[in-house]
């Protein structure tokens, strides 16, 4: 059987999904390549527009490095996760959760609801919280399931709902006046969660979206008889706990005792102490800072004893290559775009965001914006990043059009989410846990794109239909 072949008994839906898979396996290149490609696009675009080459590779230099903190949180997220996942504790609630599907077409889409709801609270979370899940499904014998469809199901957190949740960076922006840019504020007012994430048009998005996504997934997974396993895809799922150690010499004692651990853990509990009662814990959790030393601190604590818990880490570090290689090129993307102006004075970035603007009407609003968020998306993946750049004309033209602003703010939550399904940016995490790479879940996640644009569209389009405009309320 060639590679590109997919068995006649698969469902419709199932082989479809299977010839995206296979193409994409011959043909989507490596994901540092990927990233390189787009680096040269939008060099091409800007030079088109008059830029000088000189300024070009100056906003690539200079844009390299400008992701490197974010870079280095993404890589955290990998290794906290990792270590939390790892311990004796963590390691027993995977597996009993591993232990509820029973078929592989219900495996795959329960890794798709665990990953979508751990979304809500956390994107970071849904990662490696569903990187796990799956590896601990691919442990158990009785289960025939497609590994590289139960990737992709764990990847839909990050590529369907996340920022419909309480983690979405540009609704926790316009809620805290305190962390928006002045111009913003201007324009926008605060706008709480009461009107953008906690809208009932929302929950009706975010049921929708679920729902259909967890439909797709179980339908387009591969049966027993053509799924390819871990062993398959050439990952080694295997995990058997470090024998515990003891000390064979004195300087050795302190590694083998849970004293540090316990002080260590302390003076952070102080910290977080802090941070949780002088912000809403929603806005607290959310910070990635917090999050990892939150996860690192709990990571430690389960290992009990330093040597584990640094055995945990070192076995994680191998994971985040592709982070580590691939980020900085997405900070020199968004540079180009947004820093090299043209013969006319202006960025390729604002370019794209005038076309838009100048066609919107009160109608196609949501439509056009939507768009516009989801292929801006896809050069410069950063949900907060991106906001800062766009809010002050997308929501200008909200004003000018008598647009509930609450909504806008959600149209570009949906949009952001979409360019996710096939850009690797937020996927490398994941990547690196399950030990794939994107061009094997790329093919899944196509499928699951055809089928969300359209109807994140439409939803925005009639659930927007339904919101009055309400003024900007200053601080």
Not at 13 to 34: G, H, I, L, Q, T
Not at 330 to 344: E, F, K, L, N
Not at 428 to 441: E, I, Q, T
Request: hydrophobic residues 55%; neutral net charge; proline residues 6%.
């Amino acid at each position: 059987m060639s590679s590109l072949s997919v068995p006649l008994e698969e469902s419709r839906s199932a082989r479809f999904a299977m010839r995206c898979s296979n193409w994409a396996e011959r043909w989507f290149p490596d994901s540092w390549v990927f990233a390189v490609v787009g680096v040269l696009i939008v060099t091409l675009a800007v030079m088109a527009l008059g830029a000088a080459p000189t300024d070009a590779a100056k906003a690539f230099g200079d844009g390299f490095w400008s992701l490197i903190p974010f870079t280095m949180q993404m890589a955290f997220v990998v290794i906290g996760g990792y270590v939390v996942a790892s311990s004796g504790p963590a390691s027993r609630l995977i597996d009993r959760l591993a232990r509820v599907p029973k078929n592989g077409r219900s495996a795959v889409a329960w890794v798709a609801l665990v990953s979508m709801l751990a979304s809500l609270l956390n994107w970071g979370l849904s990662l490696v919280f569903g990187g796990l899940l799956v590896r601990a499904l691919a442990r158990r014998t009785d289960l025939r399931m497609d590994y590289r469809a139960a990737g992709a199901a764990a990847y839909l957190g990050l590529g369907a709902v996340w920022a419909l949740g309480l983690s979405s960076s540009a609704a926790q922006l316009q809620a805290n006046p305190a962390s928006l840019p002045p111009g913003i504020l201007q324009i926008t007012g605060v706008i709480p969660f009461t009107e953008t994430i906690f809208l009932w048009q929302s929950g009706v998005m975010l049921l929708a979206l679920v729902v259909v996504s967890l439909v797709i997934a179980y339908v387009t997974a591969p049966s027993a008889a053509s799924a390819r396993d871990a062993k398959a895809c050439n990952v080694d799922v295997s995990f058997t706990p470090p024998p515990v150690l003891k000390p064979t010499r004195p300087g050795e004692w302190l590694e083998h005792s849970p004293l540090l651990i316990i002080l260590l853990v302390l003076l952070a509990g102080g910290w977080l102490y802090h941070e949780f009662s002088t912000k809403p814990a929603i806005l607290a959790i959310s910070g990635l800072n917090t999050y990892n030393l939150l996860f690192l601190m709990l990571g430690a604590l389960l290992h009990w004893r330093p040597r584990s818990f640094l055995d945990a880490v070192a076995r994680a570090v191998p994971t985040t290559t592709g982070v580590l290689i691939q980020f900085p090129l997405y900070g020199s993307i968004a540079a180009i775009m947004t820093g090299v102006p043209g013969s006319d004075g202006q960025s390729l970035a604002h370019h794209i965001s005038t076309f838009f603007v100048q066609i919107a009407s009160h109608d196609t609003y949501a439509v056009l914006m939507g768009v516009y968020s989801a292929v801006l998306g896809f050069f410069i993946p950063s949900g907060g990043g991106k906001w800062i750049i766009e809010a002050p004309y997308v929501m200008q033209v909200a004003n000018e059009l008598q647009y509930h602003l609450g909504w806008a703010v959600q149209i570009y939550n949906a949009a952001e989410a979409l360019p996710n399904l096939i850009n690797p940016f937020y996927m490398l995490p994941l990547l690196g846990v399950l030990g794939l790479r994107a061009r094997d879940l790329i093919g899944f996640t196509f499928v699951q794109l055809l089928v969300h644009i359209p109807l994140v569209l439409v939803l925005l389009w009639a659930l927007g239909s339904t919101l009055a405009y309400v003024a900007p309320v200053m601080p």
